[in-house]
């Protein structure tokens, strides 16, 4: 369990060659995420998809892509959740979300591409409510969020290596649910 499992809207069926995966903004976040390991080996992001072959190749549901992506979520410490207006409630992402928490228990630490600082996410060091809707997106996510500790993040990179450092959000040292930010 040492793995970063993102978790992000994408066409379904999903391939990654051509332009589509390109084109679609999520998949252009997580990549960034890749790019800043490339780049600095010390970043602390462990990338759970190489754990496995890649899942969204048009194979069958339930013989191969549900068990690859469960299997990703075992090997993880924790979701990277990508949410924005973009977000649709894809059969993959409800499962990665529902079995990432109820089954598993992984904290999640939700990124909001559209965002790039803390004080962008608050009103009065709260989230704002724009924020706070994006979570019935996806209503897995909405109704279980409760059960495991959730970090409310924007899209910057010093915040976003601070999340992925941070003990509190990853599985064996968890602190108690609830819902995180940073503050102003």
């Given at each position: 369990m040492s793995g970063n499992y993102c978790a992000f809207y994408v066409a379904e069926p999903f391939h990654e060659g051509a332009?589509?995966?390109?084109?679609?903004?999520d998949f252009v976040y997580y990549n960034t995420l890749r790019m800043w390991k490339g780049a600095d080996s010390g970043f602390p992001f462990t990338n759970s998809h190489d754990t496995t072959y890649?899942?969204?190749d048009g194979s069958n549901w339930e013989q191969t892509l549900m068990p690859r992506l469960r299997q990703r979520l075992r090997n993880s410490k924790n979701v990277i959740l990508f949410l924005s207006d973009r977000t649709v409630n894809s059969r993959a992402l409800r499962e990665e979300i529902d079995y990432?928490?109820?089954s598993l228990g992984l904290p999640v630490i939700v990124i909001y591409p559209d965002y790039d600082t803390k004080e962008s996410l608050l009103v009065n060091n709260i989230l704002k409510q724009q924020i706070q809707s994006l979570w019935s997106k996806i209503p897995?996510?909405?109704?279980s969020m409760h059960i495991v500790p959730t970090l409310h993040i924007p899209m910057n990179k010093a915040l976003i290596r601070q999340s992925l450092a941070d003990s509190?959000?990853?599985?064996k040292t968890k602190t108690v649910p609830d819902v995180y930010r940073y503050t102003a």
């Open positions: 332009l589509g995966a390109h084109a679609t903004k890649n899942v969204r990432g928490i109820n897995v996510f909405r109704d509190k959000f990853m599985v």
